[in-house]
């Protein structure tokens, strides 16, 4: 049997949209071959908001009431789709959506810690020997000064910092919660990491004195790894 054609963009499109359609009708098939092939991108999406509160299980069962449940004499949500565009697609975004509004609403809570501890710790590898030294030599006064520093940015640019190295988004999602363009927000966490940088340096050089070798190694380290170390503290 010769193999299957794929099929033209036209022809997905007309599938997804009949797939999107029955759901919204709430037939059991169509929905559960809709979470097999799709809440992929849930799933993806959970491990990609590390410090979102939900477990995965809870993200699933929300999606499902968001996308199949009516509203209000509404129709369900996934009766929006109208075929523009990859369903696969639609479901990212609007599992994207969903987070980032948990996100903004957890931000806002007054019981959030402050994470600026979680952030000293990330801000320098532990898998960089010298580096990994240099904090355990001066542990405390780079604490100190990491909070300092932290201190002298606004409260906008301390939960920038926080959304991206400790709740774990990516800069478009960050474009979206504080409605900007990619690139403006992409400009925007540069800035805020040289401000950082440059306070922190600041601050270690009013505690450690003109004991500057030490200093400029700790700085060029964590200035040239910032974003990798970040991150990979994080995931550790």
Request: with cysteine.
């Amino acid at each position: 049997m010769p193999p299957e054609e794929p099929k033209s963009p036209d022809a997905a499109r007309a599938a997804d949209l009949a797939l999107a359609q029955a759901c919204a009708r709430g037939e059991p098939d169509a929905l559960a071959r809709f979470e097999r092939e799709l809440f992929g991108e849930v799933d993806a999406a959970h491990a990609r908001f590390r410090n979102v509160s939900l477990t995965r299980d809870e993200l699933r069962q929300a999606m499902r009431d968001r996308l199949f449940v009516a509203r209000a004499g509404a129709p369900p949500r996934v009766a929006s789709y109208q075929g523009r565009g990859d369903l696969r697609a639609w479901v990212r975004m609007a599992v994207t959506r969903y987070l980032v509004d948990v996100v903004r609403a957890e931000s806002a809570r007054p019981d959030r810690p402050a994470g600026d501890d979680q952030l000293a710790d990330a801000a320098t590898p532990s898998d960089d020997p010298e580096l990994a030294f240099l904090k355990r030599q001066y542990r405390g006064e780079f604490r100190s000064a990491f909070a300092a520093a932290l201190g002298t940015l606004d409260a906008r640019d301390r939960n920038i910092l926080r959304h991206r190295y400790l709740d774990g988004l990516e800069v478009n999602e960050l474009a979206m919660i504080y409605d900007l363009h990619r690139v403006s927000m992409s400009r925007t966490l540069a800035r805020i990491r040289d401000d950082l940088l440059a306070a922190l340096r600041r601050e270690m050089l009013r505690r450690l004195g003109a004991a500057g070798a030490d200093l400029d190694s700790m700085m060029k380290l964590i200035a040239s790894q910032l974003e990798l170390s970040l991150s990979g503290l994080l995931r550790e």
